[in-house]
C-alpha cells in the first residue's frame, strides 16, 4: 500500500512540461471549503505555497490566482491564529500541573503535566511549520485523507484538478466509504472487479517524488520474528535513483456536492507487484510510474479494449528504487 507521497508542487513548470491548463475554479472552492471546515491541514504547504507565489500555472497577474493567493493567506493566518491560541490554553494546563505537583503530587497531575507538555511540542513545531519560508520536503507530503494535484482529461484538455488521496467509489456515500477507508490505493488484480466503474472510464495521473510505506520491521532486516516478539513497523521513504518525476497511474471519482458543498473529486494510486529492491526492503506492493509517451492513451481510455491500458500498465518506467527510514 502507498501509504503516503511528496508530491510535485511546482504547477508553472507542471503544466509547461505537460501542456496543462490548472482547474482554478476546482482549487478555489476547495481552498475555500476546508478554511470554513477548519481542515486546512489537508492541504499539503507544498500545494497552498504554489499558489501563494503565483506558481499556479495561470498567466502572470491573473486576477483568479490573486484571489486564490489572498484566500490562502487568509486560511494559514487563520491557522496561526488557531495554533496559538490551543498553545496558550495548554500552556496554562501545564502550569496548573506543575503547581499541583510542587503542592501534593498525584498521578492525575503527573499525566497532565505529560500530555500538555507532549502537545505543547507538538503545537510549537506545527506552528514553526507553517510560518517557516524555507521549504521542506515534508512540505509536500500527502497521507490518506490530504488533497494532491492529479491530472486528468476534461474537455478534450489535460487538466490539474485537486483530488483526495482517498477514493469514493461510484454509488458510495459517506456512510460506506467510512467501512472501507483504503480505498486510496486500487490494486492491479482488481481492476475489473473492485475498481470496475473507474478502470477503462477515468484515469489520472499524480506527480510524485517519492512515496513512503509502512514495512514490518523483522521483514526489512530478513529475519523470523523471535520468541515472544510483537511485530513492529517502520516507515520506510522509496526514492528514484537518478532523482526524477514520476507519473503515477490512478483511478479517480468525482461526487456531486450537497447543500451548495463543491463537488468531491478524489482518487486512488494504482498498485502492483513491487520491482526487486521493493521487494527486498520487506514491502508487497509498489505504485505504478508509466511513461510520458503513454499519458495521452491513459487519459483517455477506451473501455472496450482494456487490454491497452494494461499495456500501459506494463510498459512502465522501471527505476531504480533507493530507500531510508523515514524521519
Known sequence: MCYAAQIKADFRKFTRQYGAVMGLRQFFELFWQKRKDQEWQKLPKAMRVAFAQGGGGGEEGDPEERELAALIAAGDREQANGLEAELFRQRARLAEAERALAGRPTRKAENEQRIAADKIARLQQNLADLQRATPAPEDAMIFPGYYAPVMIEVDGRRTIVPMRYRCRLPGWDVSMERKKPGTYNARRDNLETAWRQLFG???????????????????????????????????????????????????????????????????????????????????????????????????????????????????????????????
Open 201 to 327: 472510464y477515468r484515469h489520472g495521473i499524480l506527480p510524485i517524488r517519492a512515496f513512503h510505506e509502512h514495512v514490518a520491521r523483522h521483514r526489512l532486516e530478513h529475519r523470523e520474528l523471535g520468541p515472544d516478539e510483537k511485530e513492529q513497523s517502520v516507515v520506510l521513504e522509496f526514492r528514484p535513483d537518478p532523482p526524477q518525476d514520476l507519473l503515477i497511474a490512478c483511478l479517480w471519482s468525482r461526487h456531486k456536492g450537497e447543500a451548495g458543498e463543491p463537488d468531491l473529486y478524489s482518487f486512488a494510486a494504482i498498485t502492483d507487484e513491487p520491482p526487486p529492491e521493493v521487494a527486498a526492503a520487506g514491502h508487497d506492493r509498489c505504485v505504478i510510474p508509466i511513461k510520458p509517451q503513454h499519458v495521452d492513451a491513459w487519459l483517455n481510455p477506451d473501455p472496450a479494449n482494456l487490454a491497452a491500458l494494461y499495456a500501459i500498465l506494463d510498459d512502465r518506467e522501471r527505476p531504480f528504487f533507493e530507500y531510508r527510514l523515514a524521519a
